[in-house]
Nanobody, 121 residues
Framework: QVQLVESGGGLVQPGGSLRLSCEAS??????????MGWFRQAPGKDREFVAA????????YYADSVQGRFTISRDNAKNTMALQMDSLKVEDTAVYFC????????????WGQGTQVTVSA
């Protein structure tokens, strides 16, 4: 009922920046008033939480590993969410997934296909 499509991934050098976006379509009314989040999965590792944002953009959450480097935002009028990634590290290399709805310590039932982020010199 809800489709999530990520975009913006690519190859970047360490210290560089990328901006990911997630566009929700379909029955987006299901997401009204709820949070959205980003997860990532690196080769050989479990999918891990990256960042999340509540319906009110002032409520944001970040994994310790990205705190201070990543910034999450959303535009409810456009049903989009973004992840600005600065000071990227090789360890940030992963497939990044959009997830909705999101609540603390939970994962939503809708996932995007993921977008590859590769940080390499």
């Amino acid at each position: 009922q809800v489709q999530l499509v990520e975009s913006g991934g690519g190859l970047v050098q360490p210290g560089g920046s990328l901006r990911l976006s997630c566009e929700a379509s379909g029955n987006t009314f299901s997401l009204y008033g709820l949070g959205m989040g980003w997860f990532r999965q690196a080769p050989g590792k479990d999918r891990e939480f990256v960042a999340a944002i509540g319906w009110r953009s002032e409520n944001t959450y970040y994994a310790d590993s990205v705190q201070g480097r990543f910034t999450i935002s959303r535009d409810n009028a456009k049903n989009t969410m973004a992840l600005q990634m600065d000071s990227l590290k090789v360890e940030d290399t992963a497939v990044y997934f959009c997830n909705a709805p999101w609540m603390p310590r939970e994962q939503g039932r809708f996932w995007g296909q993921g977008t590859q982020v590769t940080v390499s010199a």
